[in-house]
């Protein structure tokens, strides 16, 4: 299986702290890994450099898009690093409130389309005909998240788990190779996640998109992740299967023993 | 090069930096605590000297004279500033806390432009003359032409007037909570501070020091009318942002380079232009360093 | 009880606040102390009744808020969606606007048609500024400086050249949103307050510049003599001239609709859109910040200048004293009263603003006051508008078909 992101040694300094230090983490193709660690490990940090949002202190993220060039990320502008094929969600929902749950999708598809100011004025054929493919990708993908009928909705107007499939489905709309989820599962009932768990997995399989999640959810990372990263305090403390991460005594010690069995 | 001549420009700049130094704070206050640019402060400043002006003609037309209408005026005049300052936040911001920052910001603007036209209607559209409050001192006599006493005076009281701000933020109770308040408000509200009363006291400190620019421009400069509040108020708040915004000393800081700036630009360019300098210098600060010059830079979380 | 007292408190609050600028009035010439208590007995009045409005205002806002349904608006849109989605409805009164609209200058004076113009003008204005402002919300306070520019390019060219207004119509806009990328270029990493300042001081220095630069813009006298829309050399009258001149504000407007319109439902528009709801989203969805915000800018500048270019020929004569801060305030109170986004919204809020002071004399001289007073009663009481955006409601039952067909 090929590789598709790989990050060396990141490291993120905030003033004095140093919220990512020198963590390393690979994805490979079809693969669902997860990222997980107490509160404030610095998860989301992590995220952040890698989707261009922050511009990482040091470390290198290196990407390769499947058929394409290795490129190396850091410091590019975040709709450039999505254009190349990642996309995010946010663990603080940040959908476009007064926008309709369709359009929020279709704002995904922005990068993939081409119609400039002329273009969109004078609606020719090719305009007409991209538009067409937006709105039915978009629909599709709603669809896929189980927002089809709350489509002409207001984006604020969802419940919470709503909203956070909406923001899956708003990410799936860039053609990623790679999905970056930041706790896709929190705030849901516990009906509402295991539905999420079915969906990821379906994402994985019939999108030909590989996953990388952060979730304080156990139950559903250790279901459904091929492999897990755990952070502490900035550091990687421990990889591997769910399997390895569920007996690793420094993983305990930082759950305090919470949650991991479960 | 004629020194004399720069001098003069020296203090001229001092003088007008002082001046955006007074308004200035209030703006960069309000903006550390509920992050609103109020744009009404301008017009704060307009009514205080409005104010003072209509409290001195009344008492020197009622026989007072002398210092009494100058102090008297003054403190008319800043009592007046909070009253409006306090009145402002309850009506137009308070409102809208919470709301998308567009709109606060269209809020101050509403608010300024009906200030001053309340103040035109109310009063005149003319300009209207300001007495000399501030008396000819004669111990300037000897250096008069360079440095007048209306220059002196203003220059003293700005500085009495930031040494006691400083101690009233460092050293009281309710400066203690402005400065945990500005910090992180929700926090501040957690830990038992009344965060409504420190905003309001905000606007009191904010408008009671444009009162003070008020009164001191208008017996300097001679005359005032209801727009000027405007253009010192959209200067004070570009020094704000030059300095850094939120940032006390940068206020200052920012206000002085801005006056200098400008009294050089009119002293050796063209007094026409000075504005165009003056935002110049604005958008080139940005660019440099877009946090401002004392301001630390950011990252917003996400 | 309760309210009544804070009733009184309020309005003896206001009446102490507006007692040295309301009451007294010095005349410092004649020595002289004019009192006008009567003020101070309507202060008194009008803010009793004004604070029980106000908080009966604010608790319905607040009622809203936490139903978290608003049914007042769902009526109005109920009954906008009819108006403007139902496509009978929605044809009869465009048709009835049209014929009016062509009616108009044959029934009305030519002071009238002029004042028409100059609303229709202002209409145009509107809806550039909501693109930047309400579609892609980056505030601009120095929005009348395209306007500016635009009047000058064809006063210059005209005067100077001898270019006449067709020509120079499409450069005025272009000039227009070649300096709206010029502005838009140093703020680009600005956040979203700053703007306002150097949007602001961007005003202010065309303005400074038009005044002073004598030699080419003449100064504060302006420049006169420029020629009057023509119509392939045909000799007009000056009433013809005017009804020629508004009929072509009119097509102007029109074509400001509809590509506005076509625009704010493309893939353009939505991102403008996306960029005001969240900067942040935006960028991680791979939209390019920096060239969405630069064509925000410059294409609301477009409209600008083009409405700068009519407004030189309307008026024959150009001066600096028709840019001023002032113009941007009005262009952005027709914005914000219309409805951040909604062109309809922005068509009716510029006829009413420009027109009523006209008609209402008595209300010219409140005209700035009551703009004031709207910009702060709107954000708090109705931020979305008059009339708010009715966003556009794709037709997906053919994508719903094919999916049950599938199934
Ligand atoms: N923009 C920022 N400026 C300063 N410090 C920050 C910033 N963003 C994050 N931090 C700090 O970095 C550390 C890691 O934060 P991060 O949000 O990455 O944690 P996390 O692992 O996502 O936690 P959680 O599970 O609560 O989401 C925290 O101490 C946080 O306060
Ligand atoms: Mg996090």
Redo the contacts with the bound molecule.
Sequence with gaps: MSVLLEVKGLTMD?GG?R?VDSVGLEVRQGEIVALI?P????????FNCVTGIYTPTGGDVLVHPPGKKTRRINGLKPNVITTTGMARTF?NIRLFPNMTVLENVMIGRHCRTTTNIIGAVLRGKRTRAQERETIEKSYRLLEKVGLAELAGEFANNLPYGAQRRLEIARAMATDPFLLLLD?PAAGMNPQETHELDALIVRIRNEGNMSILL?E?DMKLVMNISDRIYV?EYGKEIAKGTPQEIRNNPKVIEAYLGEEVHA | MDWAYFVELLCSGLVRGSIYALIALGYTMVYGIIQLINFAHGEIYMIGAFVALIVSGALTIYGFSGVSILVLAALIAAVYAAAYGITLERIAYRPLRGAPRLSPLISAIGASLFLQNYVLLAQTPDFLPFPALIPDFEFMEPIAHIVGSPELVILVVTTLTMIGLTVLIKHTKIGKAMRATQQDMIMARLTGVNVDRVISVTFVIGSVLAAIGGVLVGSYIGQINFYIGFMVGVKAFTAAVLGGIGNIPGAVIGALVLGLTEAFAAGYVSSAYEDVFAFGLLVLILIVRPAGILGKA????V | MQSFKKSVFVALWFMFLTFPLLVVRVNTLKGEVEWRWMNMLWVGIVFFILSYVWRAALERKGQKKANNLDEDGEEILGFRQRLFQDPVIYRKVIAAVLIAAVIFPFVFSSYQINIMVLALIFVVLGLGLNITVGLAGLLDLGYVAFFGIGAYSYALLNTLYGWNFWFCLPIGGLVGALFGVLLGFPILRLRGDYLAIVTLGFGSIAKIVFENWDGLFKGASGIANIERPGFFGLEMSLEQSTIYTYFLMVLMVIFTVFVVNRLKDSRIGRAWMALREDEIACVAMGIDMARTKLSAYAFGAFWAGLAGVIFSARNTYINPNSFTFMESAIVLSIVVLGGMGSIIGVIIAALALILMPEYLRAFADYRMLAFGGIMVLMMIFRPQGLISDVRRKYDLSALQKKKEAKT
């Design positions: 905030f702290l919220a660690g509160n404030g490990a610095g998860k989301t940090t992590f663990q706790e952060i304080h952070m | 950011v990252k917003q979380k």
